[in-house]
């Protein structure tokens, strides 16, 4: 099949083509999982363990919220965001080595900034 394919022309103007492969990262396991990222622009942050999703999701709270248009969509984001926090506690308590370093927020304070922050 690589044979009729290169004969019918299936594999000229191949990016690279003629280049030697770049192996420089190859002794890392992830290698093809990093690079894809980076040649895609891809945000990894769904790489990172959930603990850390929800700190970096939480770091960007009013901003993040900034295009949202109607409150109780806010509301049900936050809402969602504090149920994760809660199951992760649960999960950190249920035995799993898990250091849970964020915290749920206060709804109503958040939609408040998110008011001031639609105003500006």
Excluded: C
């Excluded at 420089?24 to 992830?30: C, E, F, G, R």
């Excluded at 790489?47 to 248009?69: H, V």
């Excluded at 964020?102 to 001031?116: A, F, G, I, N």
């Amino acid at each position: 099949m690589i044979r009729e394919a290169t004969e019918r022309g299936e594999f000229d103007n191949v990016p690279g083509m003629g280049k030697p492969l770049d192996l420089s990262d190859a002794d890392d396991p992830d290698w093809w999982v990093k690079r894809k990222i980076r040649d895609e622009n891809l945000d990894s942050s769904a790489l990172l363990p959930m603990p850390l999703q929800l700190r970096k999701e939480a770091q960007g709270f009013p901003d993040s919220l900034g295009n949202i248009a109607d409150e109780a969509a806010v509301r049900q984001i936050l809402g969602d965001f504090n149920r994760r926090v809660r199951e992760a506690h649960l999960g950190s308590r249920a035995g799993l080595p898990t250091l849970i370093t964020v915290h749920t927020v206060d709804v109503d304070d958040m939609v408040l900034q998110w008011r001031e922050l639609r105003r500006r």
